[in-house]
């Protein structure tokens, strides 16, 4: 497993931007899937966004496809999701995953690191 640090939640009204980081631990960041899912209160953990391990390929969830970008810097060990016009249902912890998969899936048994999570709040 590795460690999974998000940063850059916060509070921002709609149609706002925010830029989500994740930094992991270890040496072996190029080889692992990379996943970003959220959980609304009351509702379960669902898939956001995930990118494959050189970047090549990356697949959205339909509420966020067209709005948010994931991307990552495997010289930094971080994958990032950046978020644009954001709407107050973006509203949401929003966790990091990392998964020794070939092949993406949205599902979170994928993924056997996460992290703790960051709070993104939107605002109408």
């Known amino acids: 497993q590795v460690q999974l640090v998000e940063s850059g939640g916060g509070l921002v009204q709609a149609g706002g931007s925010l830029r989500l980081s994740c930094a992991a631990s270890?040496?072996?960041?190029?080889?692992?899937?990379m996943a970003w899912f959220r959980q609304a209160p009351g509702k379960e953990r669902e898939f956001v966004a995930v990118?494959?391990?050189?970047?090549?390929?990356?697949y959205y969830a339909d509420s966020v496809k067209g709005r948010f970008t994931i991307s990552r810097d495997n010289a930094k060990n971080t994958v990032y999701l950046q978020m644009n016009s954001l709407k107050p249902e973006d509203t949401a912890v929003y966790y990091c995953?990392?998964?020794?998969?070939?092949?993406?899936?949205?599902?979170?048994?994928?993924?056997?690191?996460w992290g703790r999570g960051t709070q993104v709040t939107v605002s109408s």
């Open positions: 990118i494959t391990r050189n970047g090549g390929s990356k």
């Open positions: 270890g040496r072996t960041f190029s080889s692992l899937v």
């Open positions: 995953a990392a998964g020794r998969l070939s092949i993406p899936t949205v599902r979170t048994s994928g993924y056997d690191s």
